[in-house]
């Protein structure tokens, strides 16, 4: 049974700073890219970032670019987002979701976590 349970949410002034995790299980995990995304209310979920299945490669929204990092432990099964510099319009419930090779979209991702809920106030 295939398991990603993300962590981390919460709510945070703007200009914060919040660090996601998003832990896999029943999965070799080395074998997936693992990538985020977010869905704010009454909008599409839309991409924020990508790694490589070792963790060499990542990929980033441009509105996430220089504020966001995703990195990850194999030998803990489990992948990061470190959100810094954080405005409202980041506010959104974030997912994590694996899937074989590299993506910016959505479909096509095998699995998917439940979701943290992400609110910055202004």
């Known amino acids: 049974q295939v398991q990603l349970v993300e962590s981390g949410g919460g709510l945070v002034q703007a200009g914060g700073s919040l660090r996601l995790s998003c832990a896999a299980s029943?999965?070799?995990?080395?074998?997936?890219?693992m990538g985020w995304f977010r869905q704010a209310p009454g909008k599409e979920r839309e991409f924020v970032a990508v790694i490589s299945w070792s963790g060499d490669r990542t990929y980033y929204a441009d509105s996430v670019k220089g504020r966001f990092t995703t990195s990850r432990d194999t030998a803990k099964n489990t992948v990061w987002l470190q959100m810094n510099s954080l405005n409202p319009e980041d506010t959104a419930v974030y997912y994590c979701?694996?899937?074989?090779?590299?993506?910016?979209?959505?479909?096509?991702?095998?699995?998917w976590g439940q979701g943290t809920q992400v609110t910055v106030s202004s």
């Open positions: 979701a694996a899937r074989p090779n590299y993506s910016d979209s959505p479909r096509g991702y095998y699995y």
């Open positions: 029943g999965i070799i995990f080395s074998r997936y890219f």
